[in-house]
């Protein structure tokens, strides 16, 4: 089955400074990859996503990329704020009916 | 537009008794249903997934049962809690037609097992 590995496990980072995380997923036929945040005490987040047909995906401070050749996807937020402080895991999936794999999660800091 | 309730929000329950929490979802229909759980500081445990109604998947073998006796309601059951049962439970849901994945969170249930 589909295994997805994320690092770094925790993360600080600078107010303003940039931060990325990155995960690689094992299944070749997986083709949807979304991004969650979770803050203390919450239920995860829906963030941004990107599907294989798609290279890099923007929204504002956030962007995903995605190589399928190396299979990997990477989240990158710019301009960083404390607020951005939190939980953030990756997730992939293969088909509508299968649930999503998880990374295990990446705590991000971000200090003023 | 689409929203996901769960209650209790937070729950004290003494080990050997009962537990049933419940999830439900509005404005979608036939739903694809999760249920995970996760520890303190740690990631998310899928336990429970269901397609339709009476259909339910079970990810890992434990003491705990699910069930989705109607379309947009799931409940996760336990007829003898376990100090393991402790963590933040979670439901989600993601559209049954929709492409490959989708899913989105509710606002989870703190189970603290005494």
Known sequence: GENVEQHPSTLSVQEGDSAVIKCTYSDSASNYFPWYKQELGKGPQLIIDIRSNVGEKKDQRIAVTLNKTAKHFSLHITETQPEDSAVYFCAASIRGNTPLVFGKGTRLSVIA | ?114
């Open chain 2, 1 to 114: 537009s689409q929203t996901i309730h769960q209650w209790p929000a937070t729950l004290v329950q003494p080990v050997g008794s009962p537990l049933s929490l419940e999830c439900t979802v509005e404005g979608t229909s036939n739903p694809n249903l999760y249920w995970y759980r996760q520890a303190a500081g740690r990631g998310l445990q899928l336990l429970f997934y269901s397609v339709g109604i009476g259909q339910i998947s079970s990810e890992v073998p434990q003491n705990l049962s699910a069930s989705r006796p109607q379309d947009r309601q799931f409940i996760l059951s336990s007829k003898k809690l376990l100090l393991s049962d402790s963590g933040f439970y979670l439901c989600a849901w993601g559209p049954l037609r929709g492409l490959a994945g989708e899913q989105f969170f509710g606002p989870g249930t703190r189970l603290t097992v005494l």
